[in-house]
């Protein structure tokens, strides 16, 4: 079982950037791929953005491409989600998964507890 722990979160203005991060322990992290969710408050959680464990795959929502990147370190255990931009309905709880790139949740057996952005405008 792997633990993922992530951090970066904050209140940021309209505009503004974050960089999230994500430590993984174990040994298995490199072999999988790794995705960001996030969740507002009274929605569902949703898809931000994936990474093959080669990071030459990396899908985005469509509400987030060209201002989020995520990125991984595999010799470090680490995955990142740097975004840029921001705007109010980025705000939610960010969370770092492993196992797949999907965009389906259920498709990830591994969560962080997540790390909680707020851009206020």
């Known amino acids: 079982q792997v633990q993922l722990v992530e951090s970066g979160g904050g209140f940021v203005q309209v505009g503004g950037s974050l960089r999230l991060s994500c430590a993984a322990s174990?040994?298995?992290?490199?072999?999988?791929?790794a995705a960001w969710f996030r969740q507002a408050s009274g929605k569902e959680r949703e898809f931000v953005a994936g990474?093959?464990?080669?990071?030459?795959?990396?899908p985005y929502a469509d509400a987030v491409k060209g201002r989020f990147t995520i990125s991984r370190d595999n010799a470090k255990n680490m995955l990142y989600l740097q975004m840029n931009s921001l705007r109010p309905e980025d705000t939610g709880v960010y969370s770092c998964a492993l196992g797949s790139t999907s965009t389906w949740p259920g498709a990830y057996a591994n969560w962080g507890q997540g790390t909680r952005v707020t851009v206020s405008s």
């Open positions: 990474i093959n464990y080669a990071a030459d795959r990396t």
């Open positions: 174990g040994r298995d992290f490199s072999r999988y791929g």
